[in-house]
């Protein structure tokens, strides 16, 4: 069996072999399942990254702080405001234009600052094509199935923020769960 809070010894032929299921909620009452598929071979230290938090349960009771329909929900910071960084600091940006990895509908990718090389925990998933994000965000896997509870997260009425993105309900991670899709 796989230690996947040993991430960093875990080669990129095992990470991509990795799945997660992120549970979700919406305002208490589940929404659903996402199944995420990784990209290693694009981007491996973001993977390791994704990977090592989701297996070691950081994620769990985390939020949906950004919603915007047909762009993108975006989660995972501790703070739920998405100011707060994750415990093992940033990473470098790996950012690529192959159009095998646009962001698309269903893509994760990492949020991050200004800076490029800032992103830490916070991550988005596309609800919509995106691709205005290629070669400055870094794609690093998608949904294999899960429509249903992405648009579930969609759908959440949202105010406030500076771009009215808040969801006016909680979306929360309830769980992630990392396994081999072998």
């Known amino acids: 069996m796989t230690d996947y809070t040993q991430v960093q010894e875990l080669s990129p032929e095992v990470l991509a072999d990795t799945m997660i299921d ?3 909620s919406v305002g208490g009452n589940s929404a659903g399942k996402i199944t995420l598929e990784f990209w290693p071979n694009v981007a491996c230290e973001t993977v390791r990254n994704f990977v090592r938090y989701a297996a070691e349960g950081f994620y769990t009771g ?3 702080h950004r919603v915007i329909p ?3 929900v975006q989660g995972g910071c501790p703070t ?3 100011t707060g960084s994750g415990p093992y600091g940033n990473i470098p940006g790996e950012f690529n234009t192959d159009p095998k ?3 698309t ?3 994760v990718s990492m949020a991050r600052s200004q800076n490029p090389n800032s992103a830490s ?3 988005f998933v596309c609800h919509g094509d995106a691709g205005f994000l290629d070669g400055q965000y870094a794609a690093f896997g998608r949904m294999t199935d899960g429509d249903a509870a992405l648009d579930a997260l969609a759908a ?3 105010g406030g923020g500076g771009e009215g993105s808040t969801p006016m309900e909680a979306c929360t991670i309830d769980s992630m769960k990392v396994y081999s899709r072998s």
């Open 121 to 123: 925990c916070q991550f």
């Open 105 to 107: 509908r269903g893509v």
């Open 101 to 103: 990895y646009t962001h």
């Open 156 to 158: 959440v009425k949202t």
């Open 22 to 24: 992120i549970e979700v």
């Open 80 to 82: 739920g405001t998405g």
């Open 62 to 64: 985390k939020t949906f």
């Open 70 to 72: 047909g762009f993108m």
